[in-house]
Nanobody
């Protein structure tokens, strides 16, 4: 599995960004995919995850109602739409393919990890 996250950048607080996670080897279509992030000086934390068919989603409380995860299996891509961004959303965002079809917030439930994309929110 080769995952590539992209779409990060610099945005003002209150703004929006959409991250994409492209799976060039097409092995994520039967598994859940998740987004995690690591802020400067902090541990990696779960952000959102989506089931293999997009029917179930899971969000961290800190992003619920602001972020939306979706997927297009025909394009082998998972998206993270981030609205109402806050300074504390600043982090490197990573996507990962889960071991199972259902979403989980546990990082040990993920098998493949992509390189991250940096999101910087200015206050």
């Amino acid at each position: 599995v080769q995952l590539q996250a992209y779409g990060g950048g610099l945005v003002q607080a209150g703004g929006s960004l959409r991250l994409s996670c492209a799976d060039s080897r097409r092995t994520s279509s039967n598994n859940a995919v998740g987004w995690f992030r690591r802020a400067p000086g902090k541990e990696r934390e779960f952000v959102a995850a989506i089931s293999w068919n997009g029917g179930n989603t899971l969000y961290a409380d800190s992003v619920k109602d602001r972020f939306t995860i979706s997927r297009d299996n025909a394009k082998n891509t998972v998206y993270l739409q981030m609205n109402s961004l806050k300074f504390e959303d600043t982090a490197v965002y990573y996507c990962a393919v889960a071991l199972r079809p259902v979403p989980t917030s546990a990082s040990y439930g993920y098998r493949y990890w992509g390189q991250g994309t940096l999101v910087t929110v200015s206050s």
